[in-house]
């Protein structure tokens, strides 16, 4: 089964109940011992697999190089950029008052 699928305690989960019949329940917790997991995972995969993954909060990495900042340095000489603003700021400051 997918990572995804795994619960490992960082993914909050809501409690429901279900009604089964009789039939289905021996049916489903059959299934799930077959699988060797619980029956509340088997129901969750069973849905899971009906609707499709839903959103999760996703691998961040994969957005890394996404982008192309045209060459931009402020990574590297921000500090030099916000000294410059801050004494163009002032410097409007001195002239004006």
């Known amino acids: 089964m997918a990572a995804a699928r795994r ?4 993914i909050m989960m809501a409690r429901t109940q279900i ?3 009789a039939e289905l329940l021996r ?3 059959a299934k799930a011992g077959d699988l060797g997991i619980s029956l509340a995972e088997y129901v969750r995969r069973v849905v899971e697999d009906d609707l499709g993954p839903g959103r999760s909060g996703g691998d961040a990495s994969a957005i890394f190089g996404l982008f192309d900042s045209g060459g931009s340095d402020v990574s590297t000489q921000k500090d ?3 000294g410059e603003a801050l ?3 002032h410097r409007r400051t001195v002239d004006s008052g």
């Open 87 to 89: 004494a163009a700021e």
């Open 7 to 10: 619960y490992d305690g960082a």
């Open 80 to 82: 030099a950029y916000v």
């Open 27 to 29: 049916r489903a917790k």
């Open 19 to 21: 009604s089964l019949d």
